[in-house]
C-alpha cells in the first residue's frame, strides 16, 4: 500500500499506518489515525470553507475577527487584546487583521474609555452585514461537510474533540 489518496484509498493516513507497521512494527502508530486525520482534515476543510472569504477579499482570520465581534453582541466592540485572545492570535497578529478591516470600512478603531493605552475595535454597518451574509454561507458549508455523519455521530465526535482538546489546551 502506497499511502496516497487515491479513489479505491480516500484514507492515505490508514496506509501511512500500515507502512509504519510493516517497516516497524515494534512501534504503536495507531494514533496517527487520529491526530494524522485530525491534521489531513483540517487542511482539506480548510480549502472547502475558505472560497466565500476569499470572494469578498477577506485574507485568512480576517473573518474571525469579524466573527468574534459579530458574536460579542450589540455594540459589537471589543479591545484589541480580547480580540486577540478569542481569536488565539498575538497582539501583532489581531492588528495587522483590525488594519486590513479597517481600510475596507469594516471595523472602526476607537481609544479606549477606560484605558487610554487601549483601543477598542467596533463593527461597522458594512461589517455587520456582511458577517451576517457570510455566517449563513459558512455554517451551510459546515453541515455540508459533516452530512456523511448522522445526528448522533456528530454530537459523539464533538463530545470526543471536545475531551481530547480540553485534555491539551494550555490553561492560563
Do not use: C
Amino acid at each position: 500500500m502506497t499511502g496516497r489518496e487515491t479513489p479505491e484509498n480516500p484514507d492515505p493516513v490508514a496506509g501511512y499506518v500500515q507502512q509504519w507497521a510493516a517497516v516497524r512494527p515494534d512501534l504503536d502508530a495507531g494514533p496517527l489515525l487520529v491526530l494524522g486525520r485530525i491534521s489531513r482534515l483540517n487542511a482539506l476543510v480548510d480549502g472547502l470553507l475558505r472560497p466565500p472569504f476569499a470572494a469578498e477579499g477577506l485574507a485568512n482570520g480576517d473573518f474571525d475577527l469579524l466573527a468574534a465581534l459579530r458574536r460579542s453582541g450589540e455594540p459589537y466592540t471589543l479591545s484589541s487584546t480580547t480580540l486577540a485572545q478569542r481569536m488565539l492570535v498575538s497582539n501583532g497578529a489581531a492588528t495587522k487583521r483590525i488594519d486590513r478591516l479597517e481600510a475596507r470600512g469594516f471595523v472602526t478603531r476607537s481609544v479606549s474609555p477606560t484605558d487610554g493605552r487601549g483601543r477598542d475595535i467596533r463593527l461597522t454597518a458594512a461589517g455587520l452585514e456582511l458577517t451576517d451574509r457570510l455566517i449563513t454561507q459558512h455554517f451551510d458549508n459546515e453541515r455540508a461537510i459533516l452530512a456523511a455523519l448522522s445526528t448522533e455521530e456528530r454530537e459523539r465526535l464533538g463530545e470526543l474533540l471536545g475531551k481530547l482538546l480540553a485534555a491539551v489546551e494550555p490553561t492560563d
